[in-house]
């Protein structure tokens, strides 16, 4: 599959069920990860299926890559 088939954008409040689905699949913390919502970006197939997540935090003039998830582990180097 292309990147291009994905839209890339912020989560945002309805995403948070499906980000729950997948940060249990990944077996992150997942409350803890719920309160940094908004740092987390989504790849988003055009069926709607959330296909992964990436949480990107700020310090000073770097970003730092927190937490990611994928729902499908061979589409992890394509989607990044």
Known sequence: MSPSLFQ???ATLED???LRQLWAQAQLPILDLEKRLTEFQVA??????LAACLGLQMANQ???????AYRDSSLRTELR
């Open 8 to 10: 890339i954008r912020r």
């Open 16 to 18: 948070l069920a499906r």
């Open 44 to 49: 988003v197939s055009a069926d709607g299926t």
């Open 62 to 68: 770097q970003g730092r890559i927190h937490n990611e």
